[in-house]
């Protein structure tokens, strides 16, 4: 017996004298993300799984996750260079990318990543331009992880109650009467708002003007060197109808210019606005957490000025990128190809609620169930109307200002081309 305790106390030794080495080995890869594992939303949910088949698959390498507020992600990364405090992978929003691409922080992912990829591999990409507009100068300084447009969101229930066919939604005057007819009030005060605005200058995204005015220049909003195109004839057409929801139409409130589009989010999930924009990525978190029957969640086409074609599609998302700073780029490169390659955007397709990046994930049988019919309508759209702006230019701060001309205009009764002139040059400040 003690023969037997003594080698299995031997063997316990050499089981320990094996595995030391390879605890010595692990790496813990940092990443920052706006999202967090142990939350519940699909997108947090679908993150765990792609973390936990992962490391499971590589035992070797820790993914440590660091969430961090969205709106400020993209710059705190770009900003932790200065002081060598980057993690190893960040998160960059499509809005601010031109961060990324002008702070020259970002180590080059081709020779890591996409310059592996097969043909077919390539030839299954569903958005190839979202691959192509992270490059600068030969280099793929970041790759997608999810690819997102601004989106409008409404409530089927309430078209089919005011009797609006909702692909009659073609311009804005258009919308604008959708929104009254299914405007609630009660004497004085406004229940349900038609459209929910958010026009803060704090966590800012595109606006219901700055896509009317895309539209109105072929999807153009920045000329050479980054010079924005807002103080022009179309530019004030757009301000106008976005200014006239508020002032003329009144199917927006004035607290508007205090709303960002977290609270405007929130407003239409408990039912207090009919129309809502947001990035396609929360339809899902919508769904669930809706007040109102989540499966009535639907949404639009971007109407146009003169509604011969939809508006465009503005293309962002978010993206993985790696710090040149990192001392374990081959594995953090491990992690990004595998979150953002196959096995990764089945997870971020269910249950992340996203748009798989793949050809081949959409053909898959499961993917056939009518619950996917929504992200194949996203898919459309993005064909129909898609528009990436350039990546140098910094769009989430010219989006600011175009919020901060429309407040001028409303609050201010300055004249909208004067506002414009002035979005213009606090734009090219921003650059």
């Not at 604008?176 to 405007?183: D, G, N, P, T, V």
């Amino acid at each position: 017996m003690r023969t037997k305790s003594k080698l299995r106390l031997a063997a316990l030794a050499m089981a320990g004298a094996l595995l030391a080495p390879m605890a010595a080995l692990a790496q813990t890869v940092t990443m920052w993300t706006f999202l967090n594992p142990a939350n519940e939303t699909p997108r947090d949910r679908a993150l765990k799984q792609i973390i936990d088949k992962f490391e499971a698959a590589n035992p070797s390498i820790k993914i440590k996750v660091e969430s961090q507020v969205w709106f400020t992600l993209a710059e705190k990364f770009v900003m932790a260079h200065r002081s060598r405090s980057a993690p190893d992978i960040g998160w960059v929003n499509g809005e601010n990318m031109g961060l990324l691409v002008n702070a020259g922080v970002a180590e080059d992912l081709g020779p890591l990543i996409t310059s592996k990829w097969t043909p077919a591999q390539r030839q299954d990409l569903v958005l190839p331009q979202a691959y192509e507009w992270v490059k600068t100068g030969g280099k793929q300084v970041a790759v997608p992880i999810m690819a997102l447009s601004i989106v409008l969101f409404y409530r089927k229930d309430l078209m089919r109650e005011a009797g609006i066919d909702p692909a009659g939604v073609k311009t804005w005057d258009d919308l604008a009467s959708a929104a009254a007819k299914m405007q609630r009030t009660n004497g004085p005060n406004v229940e349900r708002w038609g459209v929910g605005m958010h026009l803060s200058t704090d966590k800012t995204t595109m606006s219901f003007g700055a896509n009317a005015l895309a539209a109105a220049q072929d999807g153009k909003l920045f000329g050479d060197k980054c010079k924005a195109l807002l103080a022009n004839d179309n530019g004030v057409r757009a301000l106008n109808m976005q200014a006239d929801l508020i002032r003329k139409h009144k199917v927006a409130s004035q607290e508007s210019f205090a709303y960002t589009l977290d609270d405007v989010i929130e407003q239409f999930i408990a039912g207090k606005v009919a129309l809502a924009s947001s990035g396609n990525g929360r339809y899902g978190n919508v769904m669930e957490k809706a007040t109102w029957n989540g499966k009535e969640l639907g949404m639009l086409p971007w109407p146009s000025l003169d509604g011969k074609k939809p508006g465009p599609q503005i293309m962002s998302g978010w993206f993985a990128s790696i710090s040149k700073d990192s001392k374990q780029k081959e594995a953090a490169a491990k992690f990004v190809a595998y979150m953002t390659g196959p096995e990764g955007m089945e997870l971020w397709a269910e249950p992340g609620g996203q748009v798989p990046l793949f050809k081949s994930i959409f053909d898959k049988p499961v993917f056939k169930d009518a619950k996917y019919d929504p992200l194949r309508q996203l898919s459309q759209m993005w064909a129909d109307a898609e528009v990436w702006l350039p990546a140098e230019c910094n769009a989430a701060r010219t989006f600011v200002d175009l919020n901060t001309a429309t407040q001028r205009v409303v609050l201010g009764n300055v004249d909208p081309m004067a506002a414009l002139r002035e979005a213009e040059a606090a734009s090219a400040g921003r650059q």
